[in-house]
T-cell receptor, first 115, second 111 residues
Framework: SAVISQKPSRDICQRGTSLTIQCQVD?????MFWYRQQPGQSLTLIAT?????????ESGFVIDKFPISRPNLTFSTLTVSNMSPEDSSIYLC????????????FGPGTRLLVL | SQQGEEDPQALSIQEGENATMNCSYK?????LQWYRQNSGRGLVHLIL?????REKHSGRLRVTLDTSKKSSSLLITASRAADTASYFC???????????FGEGTQLTVNP
């Protein structure tokens, strides 16, 4: 299994500012994913981040709002830009285990509150 | 769009009882995975069942999969207060590109 850490674990931010969330994995992985979980809701995939290529965004999410970096096979960042209260959510980093059809593991999440 | 639909949305039982949660989905899948989430924290992977499997066990957990009905169930036997959490099913399609989550079941186990 993969061990994933995220920083920060939580933050309170003012609207209009940006926050960068870091995700570190204890092993090299090809595919990394960023999810959003709004209060009381399920998880929604924001984008898939593969090393060496641009992130692939899901419908409803754009690079200008959620820029993603993937500099190597163990690390990724997600930035939430120009935040509004609607961005208050838990943001989770995720990786796949062995193979494209294996278990998917999740980090502990970053709880964001935008005032 | 969310593929999975789970029921019930909320379930409250007494310690020692069994808890059953159901998940339905819409398209063909490669596998289905169940997760637990405690109080808005990260997701803990519980079990993965492949489309050619019908049942899997892990400790007090039993998962079934019926691909003809596009449904799965998670049974937790002899529940404990520590099992109180939200439980999510998630399906992986044949392309293997994305895991799509259901709405989740909030389980409360009363001591």
């Amino acid at each position: 299994s993969a061990v994933i850490s995220q920083k920060p674990s939580r933050d309170i931010c003012q609207r209009g500012t940006s926050l960068t969330i870091q995700c570190q994995v204890d092993s090299q992985v090809t595919m990394m994913f960023w999810y959003r979980q709004q209060p009381g809701q399920s998880l929604t995939l924001i984008a898939t981040a593969n090393q060496g290529s641009e992130a692939t965004y899901e419908s409803g999410f754009v690079i200008d709002k959620f820029p993603i970096s993937r500099p190597n096979l163990t690390f990724s960042t997600l930035t939430v830009s120009n935040m509004s209260p609607e961005d208050s959510s838990i943001y989770l980093c995720s990786v796949k285990g062995q193979g494209a059809f294996g278990t998917q593991y999740f980090g502990p999440g970053t709880r964001l509150l935008v005032l | 769009s969310q593929q999975g639909e789970e029921d019930p949305q909320a379930l409250s039982i007494q310690e020692g009882e069994n808890a059953t949660m159901n998940c339905s989905y819409k398209t063909s899948i490669n596998n289905l995975q169940w997760y637990r989430q405690n109080s808005g924290r990260g997701l803990v992977h519980l079990i993965l069942i492949r489309s050619n499997e019908r049942e899997k066990h892990s400790g007090r957990l039993r998962v079934t999969l019926d691909t003809s009905k596009k449904s799965s169930s998670l049974l937790i036997t002899a529940s404990r207060a520590a099992d109180t959490a939200s439980y999510f099913c998630a399906v992986l399609g044949y392309s293997g590109s994305r895991l799509t989550f259901g709405e989740g079941t909030q389980l409360t186990v009363n001591p």
